[in-house]
C-alpha cells in the first residue's frame, strides 16, 4: 500500500492503522507504536477522530480507561512484567502533534534504559517519529506483525 506524504491526513484515522491493533472494545484501539521507543510501546486511541480526553462523556471515560487497563494487562503478560507508563499530551505546548486522543503505555523492565525517567523525553518526541513513519515506506513491517500477533494471542488467551 502506497502512502502520500500528505501532512494533512490524521495518523489515526488513517485506515492503515487497523494492521496494528491487538485489542479493541467499544469504539476504543490499543495499538502498536510503529515508531516505539522501548518494545511492547502502545497506544490507545478512539476509533473516531476525538482531539481531547475533556471531550470524553463519563461512559466514553470509563471505555477508554478501561481499554487502556486491558492493553495494559496484555503487556505484561506478553512481556512477562508488572512495569509500566502510562502518558498523554494534549497541545503542542505539551508535546503533542497528532490531534487525535491518544495515551502511551510503555511497559518497563529492570535495567531497559539507564535511568527510569529516560522514557518520557522520547515519548515526548515519538508523535513526530508517527507522523514520519506513516509518511514513508514501513519500517520493519515483519517486526510489527510479529508483534502485532504475539499481543492479539495473549489477548484471545486472557479473553477465553
Ligand atoms: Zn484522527
Known amino acids: 500500500m502506497k502512502m502520500k506524504a ?10 492503515g492503522i487497523r494492521k496494528y491493533i491487538y485489542y479493541e472494545a467499544d469504539g476504543y484501539l ?4 510503529i515508531a516505539p521507543v522501548l518494545p511492547g510501546h502502545s497506544l490507545i486511541i478512539p476509533e473516531h477522530h476525538k482531539t481531547s480526553i475533556t471531550s470524553l462523556d463519563a461512559k466514553e471515560l470509563q471505555l477508554f480507561m478501561q481499554v487502556a487497563q486491558k492493553a495494559t494487562y496484555i503487556l505484561m503478560k506478553a512481556f512477562g512484567t508488572d512495569a509500566f507508563d502510562w502518558s498523554v499530551q494534549e497541545k503542542p505546548e505539551a508535546g503533542q502533534s497528532i490531534e487525535h486522543l491518544h495515551m502511551h503505555i510503555v511497559p518497563r523492565m529492570k535495567n531497559d534504559l539507564e535511568k527510569p525517567g529516560d522514557w518520557y523525553p522520547l ?3 515519538n508523535d513526530h517519529e508517527i507522523i514520519d513513519s506513516m509518511n514513508r515506506p514501513e519500517l520493519g513491517p515483519d517486526d510489527l ?13 486472557i479473553e477465553s
Open 6 to 15: 500528505s501532512g494533512h491526513q490524521c495518523p489515526f484515522c488513517h485506515p
Open 30 to 33: 490499543a495499538v502498536v507504536n
Open 123 to 125: 515519548v515526548h518526541q
Open 145 to 157: 506483525k510479529s508483534i502485532v500477533d504475539k499481543l492479539k494471542e495473549v489477548a484471545g488467551n
